[in-house]
């Protein structure tokens, strides 16, 4: 009998990240509301550079990012050296952890925080904290009683996912102001381009004047391009060193750093989907509440649907029967609640449509 080879400790114990709806028969003709994608897709002109990024297949990407940085640095208002790329805002989570936190250190996120926090702490030897929120919302006090001595990194995205609901600045800077010395915030900020509050910050100022606050971004929501992978931080210059040493060479490649250019440039496009989704949430929320299932406020560009104890599988199947993919939340501790990514016209009203109907019938 040869050795048992087994991971680190702990990693056995991770339940792995779940969402991999494509794998669902027939998903290439289903309506799929379970990830937060774009459905107007990415802007066309970074489609076109994708596609003419194919004559350079044969040789490595820049593994400095540099144009994509000096894109996202321009358009933004930030300085490129402090803008870091991954594959993914999962990856930079994951660097994240990687680099500041080992056995025994604590990683602190919120109740119903994104679920890669909880994953990547584990990978990295640490220990997960979940502070409890208020109202389904981010509760800055609870999170700095949770601290402790041993905290050293707290993720707060906002808005939210999957509750979908926003902090204020004022919070978000009383959090900085408040937490230990030791500790990095890191507000993510998948959601942050369909925000419409006003004075709502990603995270740029806080990152900007501090040196301990990092902010994540994302091109897989607003940008329309999640299946390339395309994530990066606005960082100080400390963890913008820390990370890189760690970094994978060339973790993105040449035909994402093109689309991901042409994406970050096309700020009509930007603006034109973040438009839809604020129309078609605010519609689709009303309709729903109307069929008895109420949502959050959400500023993202998904719903958090309250449908009830016990209703949640037969709605996922009801829908799921008609072609239309939603995303159960058990795993983040919300049995009685559905989260909807909020689709194109047609995508809101079937989901209104069979809501209602799913009322009625389910009775
Ligand atoms: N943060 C939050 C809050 C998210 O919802 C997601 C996507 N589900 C991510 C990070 C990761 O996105 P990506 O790796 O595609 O950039």
């Not at 358009?75 to 500041?100: F, H, K, T």
């Not at 915030?185 to 419409?196: F, H, M, Q, S």
């Not at 959050?296 to 993919?325: C, Q, T, W, Y």
Request: proline letters at 7%.
């Amino acid at each position: 009998p040869h050795p048992v080879i087994k991971p680190q400790p702990g990693i056995l114990s991770i339940a792995p990240y779940v969402g991999g709806e494509s794998a669902v028969p027939g998903a290439n003709r289903a309506i799929k509301l379970s990830s937060n994608e774009n459905p107007y897709g990415p802007s066309p002109r970074a489609v076109a550079a994708y596609a003419a990024a194919a004559d350079r297949l044969a040789i490595y990407p820049d593994g400095g990012h540099a144009r994509l940085r000096a894109a996202i640095a321009e358009v933004e208002g930030l300085e490129p050296e402090r803008i870091i790329c991954g594959a993914g805002s999962d990856e930079i989570i994951s660097m994240l952890c990687q680099a500041y936190a080992g056995p025994g250190d604590e990683v602190l996120h919120t109740e119903h925080g994104f679920g890669m926090y909880r994953i990547s702490a584990l990978a990295a030897g640490a220990t997960p904290v979940e502070a409890p929120e208020k109202d389904m919302r981010t509760d800055v006090d609870a999170l700095l009683a949770a601290c402790t001595e041993r905290t050293r990194l707290i993720f707060v995205a906002n808005p939210n996912n999957p509750t979908g609901t926003l902090v204020g600045a004022d919070e978000i800077a009383r959090l900085a102001r408040l937490k230990p010395a030791r500790a990095l915030l890191v507000l993510d900020g998948a959601y942050a381009e369909y925000v419409r509050a006003p004075g709502y910050d990603a995270g740029a100022r806080l990152a900007r004047m501090r040196d301990d606050v990092v902010m994540t971004r994302t091109f897989s929501k607003i940008h329309g391009l999640a299946a390339l992978r395309i994530g990066w931080a606005y960082a100080p210059d400390h963890v913008i060193d820390a990370l890189d040493r760690i970094r994978g060479p060339f973790n993105l490649s040449t035909p994402a750093l093109e689309a991901g250019e042409a994406a970050i440039r096309d700020l009509e496009w930007r603006e034109t989907c973040a438009l839809r989704n604020e129309v078609w949430r605010d519609w689709l929320a009303k309709r729903l509440a109307a069929a008895g299932m109420p949502c959050l406020p959400s500023e993202g560009n998904f719903l958090l649907a309250h449908v009830g104890a016990g209703r949640v599988e037969r709605m996922d199947a009801f829908f799921k029967a008609r072609g239309v993919i939603l995303r159960k939340v058990a795993g983040y501790k919300l049995p009685e609640h559905i989260r909807i990514t909020v689709g194109d016209e047609e995508a809101c009203r079937l989901v209104a449509e069979l809501a209602a109907r799913f009322a009625r019938e389910d009775q």
